[in-house]
Each structure stands twice: as C-alpha cells, then as structure tokens.
C-alpha cells in the first residue's frame, strides 16, 4: 500500500474531507446567508463518480480517510452509492460524515448498509426556538432523532458539534450533559470568520484580539438574524475562547453536584480525535471535546486536504489557495490529477499565521 505523502513541512498528508454539496436544507446564521448560497450550474459540481474516482486516486497517494460533509452532504441524492463506492476502495480505513441530523432518521440503515463508519451531528441548542432562529429552517426534534438513529443503529464514535457563539448566549452547560448518560461526545467549536465578504482573504486577526474582544460590546446588528450574527460578518466578539467556555462548563458541572470536568489523556478520547481535546464529566457515558481553532492553532498536526463540491482541493481551511481539479478528473488521466494533488500537498502552508477570512462559506469549503 502506498506511504502518505508529506507535505513541504514534513506532515503526513491521510486525511480527506469532501464537500459532496454546498447545498443544504438548513440556513444556519453563522455559515450561510438567509438565502442560502449562490446556486450553480449542475455542470459546475463533480458527480459522485468523479468524487470517487478522485478518492481512489488519493487513496494511491497515501490518502486513508475521508469525511463528507457539505453544506449538507445528507440533502445529496448520491451519498448512499458514493458511499458505497469509496467503502470499495481497500486503502481507505474510514469513512465518516458530517450532517445536521435532520435527514438521518431516514437514512440511517442505507448509510450503515453503504459503509458508512461514524457521523458527527451538529447541534448548537437545546431550545427549540432559538434552534429554529440559528438554523432558519430547522427544527430541533429532528436534529435530536438524528443523534438517537446514530446511536442505534450502531455508528460509533457519535460526535455533536457545537459552534457557540457569544451573543446567541447559548446553554453550553444543557448540552455537554448530553455525555451523561449517552455515549455521545459533545465538541465545542470556536466559531471562525469564515464566509467575511466584507474582508475577504486581507482579514488579518491577531489572536490576542479574542481575549479583549471578548470583554467589548458587540458590534454587527442584522435585521435578518438573531442577535444580529450573520456569516458575512465575523466579528470577533463572538467567539467564546475554549479555555473559557470550558471552565464555564466544568463550574456548572460543580455547582449542579455533577463534578468537574476531568482531562481524558490523548488516547483517551474517541476516534478520529483530531484536534479536539477531550475531558469527562465523572461517571459520564460519553465525553466533552473543545476545538480551539481560533485561540490556539493545531497546524503543526494538521494531516488534511478539502475537496470542493465544484472541484477543487484546498490545502487550508483558511487560505483561499486552491488547485482545480474538475476539468482534469474530466478530462485527464489518473497521472494528470495525482500531479495536481502532489503539487497541492506540496503547498500546504506551514500555519494561517494570521487568522483570516475566506471568500466562500463554509458549506462550500466542506466545513
Ligand atoms: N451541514 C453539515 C453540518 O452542519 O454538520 C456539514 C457542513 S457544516 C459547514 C460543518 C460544520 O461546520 C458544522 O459543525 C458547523 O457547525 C460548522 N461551522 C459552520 N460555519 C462555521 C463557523 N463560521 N465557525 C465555526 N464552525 C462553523
Ligand atoms: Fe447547513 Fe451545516 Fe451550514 Fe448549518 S452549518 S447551514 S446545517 S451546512
């Protein structure tokens, strides 16, 4: 089997994360615009057999997991044979998917039958109004039998992501006691400035800005949203540091007799662990994982590439360099893409030094 390729800074390059679609049935105030994302021409996004063919491709370059997300990679009538045919792949170890929930009652035992080894839902409210004011067009009961569908019907490790964001003042304690007694592994992810139209890429951001931003007033009101909080205008104020989020989390847990959070050792955590950084409450079934993309930067591990929905591999969440790949998969060889991928590997930078914006929304990066 092939040895992963390493990147100009020494990193091994296994991971793979693929926006099957940038379309979704949600419009989540900190990802999307309310009218969603500007439609494109059918042409534009690769079928599932050019996905799968590039997966092959990469898995011969060392690649040995894949994540699908999107937008919302359940909305995608392809998913169950993509699927099915990147389980075919033998160098491909795992294959996992991230999804708003809504749609897995349903689909649940066709992703299972496909292949499918794990799934991370995400969630960001227990209250079921304002889950409706963050998604637009959601609705929490859904969302919630998508977690107990994961849990039955076998997929493990299930992950809840949630992005908190400061002045929606979400109850993050109400959702990290969803690891009390079910084996789910509750994430908190700094919310990030992506989709900064008004920025774009000249963003620049220290992250020291953080720690005073967190003591400001707010500074961005939107009619359209709730609080305010749009995707096209990041600011700052909003994200909740994971270091202070999770002493909030660990003093709740205290003061309602459950017990303070506990560190959970590196190899403790779930699979797939990433960049989180897991603790437990005592005695809990499931664990409490923080995701400091903003405040304290895991590029010195980071072993990912993103594939586009339009077909294009992006070696960094946070920089805008890409390597288009559509027309190649189209029309080249495997030799031709495999080049485009090395070179796209080859560029990896080292760290987003400065935190930046980016031109697309996360649903169409493959957040
Ligand atoms: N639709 C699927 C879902 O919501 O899980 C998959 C795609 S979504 C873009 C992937 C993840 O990105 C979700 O967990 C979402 O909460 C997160 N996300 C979107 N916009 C974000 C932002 N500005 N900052 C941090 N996380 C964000
Ligand atoms: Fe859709 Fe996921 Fe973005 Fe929400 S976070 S709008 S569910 S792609």
Redesign the pocket.
Known sequence: MAEELHDGFGRGISYLRIAVTDK?NFR?V??MPPEGVPPRAHDELLTAEEIARFVRIVAAEGVRRVRL?????LVSHRIVPLIREIRAIPEIEDISL???GALLPRLAPALKDAGLDRV???LDTLDPVQFHEITRLGRLEQTLAGIDAALAYGFDPVKV?C?VVRRLAQDAFGLAKLSLDRPVHVRF????P?GDEETGTTRALDVSELADAAVGEPAVTNPHCPGGVD?SA?DASDTVPSEELRARISRAGEDAGIGALEPLAANDGPSGAGPAAYWRFPDAAGTVGFISAMSNHFCSACNRMRLTADGAIRPCLFSDAEYRVRETLRAGSDAAVAAIWRDAVAHKPQEHQMIEGTERF??QIG?
Do not use: K
């Open positions: 979704c989540c900190y990802c997300t999107g937008g919302e990679p991230t999804t708003n991370n839902i995400s992501n992005v992810i700094e919310y990030m992506i995707a990041w996360m649903s957040g």
